[in-house]
């Protein structure tokens, strides 16, 4: 029998007097982390005010960053809404959760109990006794937007809440205008969510207003900070369920980066003549430019790419991990041996991550569920400066090796000649058969 978490309410802070906006609202994907501990969900308190307040300080900057003339215009308009360390905000978030929700958790197959109907990985052993990884998701989850999650081992893997239902209340005085709250409020519950992985589908939000939650247009103009204006929307097709809606969204970016046909060969037939037991070679020019400046490569995997140097990924967002498969680290003299596994980050301590600027996502409108790929109008990484290549032998990779120019970029196959983004926006607008929507 699943094990019923006890329904918590509490409100996170106390409520003090003045204007309020009351919002009802529940998850309609799996919500990861959100509690105290790092990508933990806290069964008690699953949602925060603190937590909320971080999201909502994002979606203000990308409706209102832009309109201020420096950072430091933009720091004081920041604080003074929603506070700093050193000064609390004008708007007060309080929380209570009405309904936990429903815990999945890992399974082991090893054990004699059968698999909990509300269980996400299922662990299993090799020959060896050693842990299979990754575990197999057992839910009709999109793995691509899960592996953060998946552990080294049963009980590493996070645990995750689905059907939190939770009022949120934004309290303030009459120095703050409603509609600015409104609009924050709204790009929250419309492209963003609750916990971890939200970029990628995790703890997406349904405000049970009948569709209400809809982005006003924004007089906001700008390009040194991510905004909403200029994103580029591209919605799918209404599915049966939130669950497939956030698949739909998640599978499509997949087979934009990763996929058999569309960034990869088809493999090679397996020895019985049946389907490839792999994929093939990758069509993006990242792993042979990584065995080029490593100076290594299996012997069926000499590199093959027209493009020397080239790292167009990366303006999707970083670190990027490198897996090669057919690393064997026994391996050693001149025995060919492809590199062992790399990462590409940003170019210092603090500043080794970049946001992705695609969100996929299950967005719910009037009791219906549609699948969103949104491409925030977000500075490109090489702003960052330098990028770090960490591998065997490390590099640094610069601004022409990321941005490529036009006639390479119509050597990689998935571009096409385009910049990534608008390869992706392209790419999805026609095999959903939509329009791209610009945000104004």
Known sequence: MARRLPDAPKWDEPKPAGKQITLHLKTITPMFGGGFEPRETDPISPVRAAAIRGHLRFWWRALYGAAFENAEQLFAAEEKLWGSAEKPGRVAISVRIDRTGTEYKEHDTTSASPRPPHCWAEWSKNNSGQWKKPP????????????????????????????TEFTLALTFDDAIREEELRQTVSAWVRFGGIGARTRRGCGSLDDNASGNAVLPSSHVRGEE???????????????????????????????????????????????AGGPPNHPGRSWWPEPDSIRRITGRHAAQHKPIHPVQEGFPRADLGLPIIFHFKDYDSHKHGNEPNDPADATLSGPAERRERFASPVITKAVAENGRYRPLVLILNAPHVWQLGNLRLSAEKSATITQSQIELSPGERKQIRPLGGLPVREALAHFVASRWHVNPEVLP
């Open 225 to 271: 900070l991510t905004c909403l204006h200029g994103a580029i929307a591209l919605w799918g097709n209404e599915q049966d369920g939130p669950l497939a809606a956030w698949k739909a969204a998640v599978d499509i970016y997949q087979q934009f980066r990763q996929g058999v046909g569309v960034a990869r060969a088809p493999g090679s037939a397996s020895s």
């Open 136 to 163: 197999r998701v057992v839910q009709p989850w999109p793995k691509y937007a899960l592996f953060p999650f998946f552990g080294e081992e049963p009980m590493a893997t996070a645990r995750c809440l689905l059907g």
